[in-house]
C-alpha cells in the first residue's frame, strides 16, 4: 500500500483558487492508494465546484462544513465526516474557521466502499486513527506502523454509522422549487396538505411522489432541513432560543426534542462535547 501525504495547508482570500488547484492536480497526478492532510479554512470561506478520481473522507475537527451536490446538501459538525465517492462534483462552504483532515482513496484500495454520499458518526477508534495517520510522516518507505494504521483506517470506513445529516433535492422542479423556497425561510409547520394543495396533487400522490424522489417523507426531510439551517448558527455561537424561534418552533424544548432525535444529544450538550 502507497501512503502520500500532502503537506498541511492554509488557504485565504485571493490565494484559496490558485492553491486549491495546485492540490487538485497533485492529488490527480498521485500514485498513492491512500492520500492524507489537513487543511485550514477561515469562516465563510467558499470551495467552487470540483471532483477527483480519488473517494474522500472529509473530517472537520472544528467549525461546520456544507458540501453542496446536484443530488443535495450535506452538512459535516465536529465528531462527523462526510465519505465522498469519486467522481462526483461538489462545492464546500465553511461556517466558523474550519480545520479540515481529508482522507483520498482509490475506489479499488479495499473492499467494501459505499459508493453513496453520505455523512458518518466518527468512532473514537476511527477519531484517534485519521488523527494519527494524518500526522504520520510521508517518508519514502512508509514505516509498518503507519501501514498497520492506514489498513485500519481503510477497513473501518465502511463499518461508520450513516446520520440523516444530508439534504437531498428532488429531480420534479416544481417539488425542488418547493425544497428550495423552504431552505430559504425554513418551518416545522410545513406539511404534506399545504404542498400537495400548492402543486394540485391529492395526499396521497404527493407522498408517493415526494418519497420517491428524495428516499425520505416531508416531515423527516423537513426536520434535516431544519437541523441544516440551525447548526451552522449554533456553532458561530447564537442563542439556542434565537435559532429554535426563527425557525418557527413554538417552543426551545420542542426544538431540543428534535435536534436530540437527529444527533442523540440536546443542543448544549453537543455543542460542549464538540468545543
Not at 472544528?62 to 462526483?88: N, Q, S
Request: aromatic share 8%; proline share 7%; charged share 20%.
Amino acid at each position: 500500500m502507497l501512503y502520500l501525504k500532502f503537506p498541511e495547508m492554509s488557504f485565504h482570500g485571493t490565494e484559496l483558487g490558485r492553491v486549491h488547484l495546485q492540490r487538485l492536480e497533485w492529488l490527480e497526478q498521485s500514485k498513492g492508494d491512500v492520500v492524507a492532510g489537513l487543511a485550514h479554512y477561515p469562516s465563510g470561506c467558499h470551495v467552487p465546484e470540483h471532483r477527483h478520481s480519488l473517494s474522500q473522507l472529509l473530517h472537520a475537527m472544528t467549525g461546520v462544513v456544507m458540501v453542496t451536490t446536484k443530488f443535495g446538501r450535506w452538512m459535516v459538525p465536529p465528531h462527523h465526516a462526510l465519505w465522498l465517492p469519486a467522481g462526483i462534483g461538489h462545492a464546500v462552504d465553511m461556517h466558523g474557521d474550519v480545520a479540515m483532515h481529508s482522507i483520498y482513496v482509490r475506489p479499488e484500495a479495499v473492499e467494501g466502499l459505499k459508493s453513496h454520499l453520505h455523512v458518518v458518526a466518527l468512532t473514537p477508534l476511527m477519531d484517534t486513527l485519521i488523527r494519527e495517520v494524518v500526522a504520520s510522516p510521508a517518508e519514502q518507505e512508509t514505516s509498518p506502523r503507519t501501514i498497520f494504521m492506514m489498513g485500519l483506517l481503510l477497513h473501518e470506513i465502511p463499518n461508520l454509522e450513516e446520520r440523516p445529516l444530508g439534504l437531498p433535492f428532488p429531480e420534479d422542479a416544481r417539488l425542488a422549487a418547493l425544497c428550495r423556497g423552504f431552505l430559504k425561510d425554513p418551518s416545522p409547520h410545513t406539511n404534506i396538505d399545504g404542498w400537495a394543495d400548492q402543486l394540485g396533487m391529492s395526499r396521497r400522490t404527493f407522498t408517493r411522489i415526494f418519497r420517491k424522489e428524495t428516499g425520505l417523507s416531508l416531515s423527516t426531510w423537513r426536520q434535516q432541513a431544519c437541523l441544516l439551517s440551525a447548526l451552522p448558527r449554533l456553532t458561530e455561537g447564537e442563542a439556542v432560543t434565537s435559532v429554535a424561534l426563527d425557525l418557527g418552533y413554538n417552543s426551545v424544548p420542542a426544538f431540543t426534542t428534535m435536534f436530540k432525535r437527529m444527533l442523540g444529544a440536546p443542543p448544549r450538550n453537543y455543542l460542549h462535547s464538540a468545543a
